[in-house]
């Protein structure tokens, strides 16, 4: 009887365990180290780093200077496609000092920051940004950022992005936005100054941002990958776009990291001197080493696995791990309970399905990735085919409740395709046989943070 090793992995929120043989020897869950936040209790933390904060006033100094009644105080929060722990935590802690000080409940708002992303309907406010207990009570106070409309042009950068803000921004007191500090995949640091670019810009703003990404040849430009902030042309127009908007709004951000589901980190004050504390420690918490880039990757988005659109986290973080010649594959866990996520990933997809990789790679780029046609989603196609010029076609495995024609045909990786959760342990198990068919003694990594970068010694090429 076949005994297998123990590497859970999330499928959706269901723990899969058990499907890598012990017959394989060289197999590593990739985790960080131990992490010892420098906090036992995060309600203490908060409150120090809100009385000393950094690059600003105490907080409540701030607010008394500022507010009185009738004027609004807002805060920023992630929209749908983020876990949102760290604002069902901090929100009511924030909202009970401002209510402490004096702010009147009828001045406190919320501003969803969802860019360019499908607006938040009042079930997925309650459910995926707040939560029941925190709706009930702030449930009336929420607006949506809509990037097409009620947004006005408040400068330009000196790259020359236009920078259109939501006038319910504009016409707040002080903003605090509610920041979850984690890598990006092309922006470098996801969290702070995102929360305003794209968070609470104009179409415009984001459709000339972000195609600073694109590199012709490679996909990417060198310099737009996790972690990197420095020479990246788009989170560097993002901190300008911010810059700007500290020179006309009053900004106290209250920054986190989050790991394995705990707030492990707090910072407060000045949102770009956050956005540059949040470094040593993200490197600390998301970089992992290795010498040698693995045959098999398994990978999970867990929760977040809702469409294609956020599964591909998944897939680019297997790929920093996996040999890039070709012979690898990548196996993600993703329900797609909601399909593909994206309407521009899929025409894109499907204008190129009958292109050569490096072909698509530009003509996506080309037709796609201009400042005068690009639109959230359009990242996608050329992040996926710059992937797929290391992996070979149909070497990343999705499984998924997706149509496995669509996935090959279109997306060019092998669907396979589960009913349900209680599937998916002999779908995996099959997946490990037919490899192991062909690659007897392979080194196996598993990972079950999308948000980790593997950092690989000697790549192969």
């Known amino acids: 009887m076949t005994s297998y090793h123990s590497t859970p992995l999330k499928y959706g929120d269901t723990v899969i365990d058990e499907f890598i043989p012990k017959d394989v020897t060289d197999?590593?869950?990739?985790?960080?180290?131990?992490?010892?936040?420098d906090f036992t209790d995060l309600k203490t933390k908060l409150s120090q780093v809100l009385d000393s904060p950094i690059g600003s006033k105490p907080f409540n100094e701030l607010v008394k200077e500022i507010y009185s009644e009738g004027k609004?105080?807002?805060?920023?929060?992630?929209?749908?496609?983020?876990?949102?722990?760290?604002?069902?935590?901090?929100?009511?802690?924030?909202?009970?000092?401002?209510?402490?000080?004096?702010?009147?409940?009828?001045?406190?708002?919320?501003?969803?920051?969802?860019?360019?992303?499908?607006?938040?309907?009042?079930?997925?406010?309650?459910?995926?940004?707040?939560?029941?207990?925190?709706?009930?009570?702030?449930?009336?106070?929420?607006?949506n950022h809509n990037c097409d409309d009620g947004n006005?042009?408040?400068?330009?950068?000196?790259?020359?992005?236009?920078?259109?803000?939501?006038?319910?921004?504009?016409?707040?007191?002080l903003l605090i936005p509610l920041s979850?500090?984690?890598?990006?995949?092309?922006?470098?640091?996801?969290?702070?100054?995102?929360?305003?670019?794209?968070?609470?810009?104009?179409?415009?703003?984001?459709?000339?941002?972000h195609p600073r990404m694109f590199d012709l040849e490679k996909g990417f430009h060198e310099d737009c990958r996790l972690g990197q902030c420095e020479g990246n042309p788009v989170i560097e127009d993002m901190i300008e776009v911010t810059q700007i908007m500290k020179e006309k709004l009053p900004i106290f951000c209250v920054d986190t990291i989050v790991n394995v589901g705990e707030i492990v980190y707090v910072q407060a004050g000045d949102i770009i001197e956050c956005h540059k504390a949040a470094s040593p420690p993200l490197k600390t918490l998301r970089v992992v080493d290795v010498d040698e880039p693995g045959d098999l990757v398994f990978v999970s988005v867990g929760e977040l696995g809702v469409n294609l659109y956020q599964a591909g986290k998944g897939i680019h973080a297997a790929w920093n791990a996996l040999r890039h010649d070709k012979k690898g594959w990548i196996v993600l866990l993703s329900p797609c309970e909601d399909g593909i996520g994206s309407a521009a990933f899929t025409e894109a997809m499907q204008a190129s399905k009958d292109l050569e990789v490096q072909d698509a790679l530009r003509f996506v780029i080309e037709t796609y990735g201009t400042e005068q046609t690009f639109k959230i989603g359009n990242q996608k196609p050329p992040d996926l085919f710059r992937i797929l010029r290391d992996v070979?076609?149909?070497?990343?495995?999705?499984?998924?409740?997706?149509?496995?024609?669509?996935?090959?045909s279109i997306y060019r990786m092998e669907g396979c395709s589960v009913d349900n959760a209680s599937e998916v342990e002999g779908t995996l198990r099959d997946l490990v046989n037919r490899f192991l068919k062909e690659n007897p003694n392979p080194k196996v990594y598993v990972l079950a943070d999308p948000g980790l970068l593997i950092n690989v010694k000697n790549q192969i090429h």
């Open 27 to 37: 197999l590593s869950v990739l985790r960080v180290d131990e992490y010892t936040p």
């Open 72 to 143: 609004r105080i807002l805060f920023m929060v992630d929209d749908k496609t983020r876990p949102n722990i760290h604002t069902k935590i901090l929100l009511p802690l924030i909202a009970d000092r401002l209510l402490d000080i004096g702010v009147q409940k009828s001045d406190i708002w919320i501003i969803i920051s969802s860019g360019s992303h499908a607006l938040a309907s009042p079930e997925e406010v309650e459910q995926r940004i707040l939560g029941p207990d925190l709706y009930k009570i702030w449930g009336s106070n929420v607006l």
């Open 152 to 173: 006005k042009k408040v400068g330009t950068t000196s790259r020359g992005t236009p920078i259109l803000i939501d006038e319910q921004v504009l016409e707040s007191c």
């Open 180 to 209: 979850d500090s984690e890598y990006h995949y092309f922006a470098g640091q996801a969290g702070t100054v995102k929360l305003f670019c794209p968070g609470v810009a104009g179409r415009e703003t984001i459709r000339i941002n």
């Open 392 to 408: 070979e076609e149909g070497n990343i495995k999705i499984i998924s409740g997706l149509d496995a024609d669509e996935l090959r």
